[in-house]
């Protein structure tokens, strides 16, 4: 079974690299084909606005009448009214909107969890920090606040295979793959990925 998911990973990796070439290659294309028209469509839009500027006054007015726009042969131009938001200092502007209770609501502020500065915090808190600490009074009552959160450390087992490219080579099962000087490859699947716990069921 191993030696037909090393043929396996095989085909599946001449396929990603086959479609990360193609998209690579399409993306090249588009690219050279892209420069040209984008270039013109910019040329043509600044003088079709230099036009518009030049004859604002008459495309202004219709029959006595004051226009936004102007109906054209082939299309509309004209002028829209549209607002910005000017910012001079992006710094003082969140120190005062920062210093303004009705203003915080302007900030956006990206929050997310800690996995990884959890993990060493929970492994230390149980005297798992590699150096035999035992648990500390102010860790142990730290961890239950965060288990109070529904936050914990669970100890889990990854279930791996290793393809030995070198015995695939030596019995011809993935037509010659070459490995990294005849050592074994460890691949981690997530999918097998349980807990000691549930380990402990099965």
């Known amino acids: ?40 469509r910019e040329e043509l839009t600044r003088a079709v606005e230099r036009f518009c500027r030049r004859q604002k006054p008459a495309l202004d007015w219709v029959d006595g009448h004051e226009r936004r726009s102007r109906r054209l042969r082939f299309g509309r131009v004209g002028w ?6 000017v910012i001079r200092d992006e710094a003082a502007a969140m120190k005062g909107l920062a210093g ?19 993990r060493e915090f929970l492994a230390k808190a149980a005297g798992r920090n590699g150096n035999g ?14 288990s109070r959160a529904g936050i914990r450390m669970e100890q889990r087992e990854k279930w791996f295979y290793e393809i030995d490219w070198e015995a695939v080579r030596r019995w011809g099962k993935d037509g010659g793959r070459r490995g ?8 981690s699947n997530p999918r097998f990925e349980i807990s000691k716990r549930e380990a402990k069921r099965t």
């Open 100 to 118: 303004w209770p009705a203003g915080r609501r302007f900030l956006r502020v990206q929050t997310e969890i800690d996995r990884e500065g959890l």
């Open 180 to 187: 990294s000087r005849g050592k074994e490859r460890a691949i």
């Open 1 to 40: 079974m191993l030696a037909e998911l090393a043929g396996l990973e095989k085909a599946l990796g001449q396929l990603e690299a086959g479609r990360v070439e193609g998209v690579a290659r399409v993306e090249r294309e588009a690219e050279v084909e892209r420069g040209p028209l984008s270039q013109r």
């Open 80 to 85: 829209r009214a549209s607002q910005a938001v």
């Open 133 to 146: 600490a035992a648990p500390t009074e102010s860790g142990q009552g730290l961890r239950r606040r965060l």
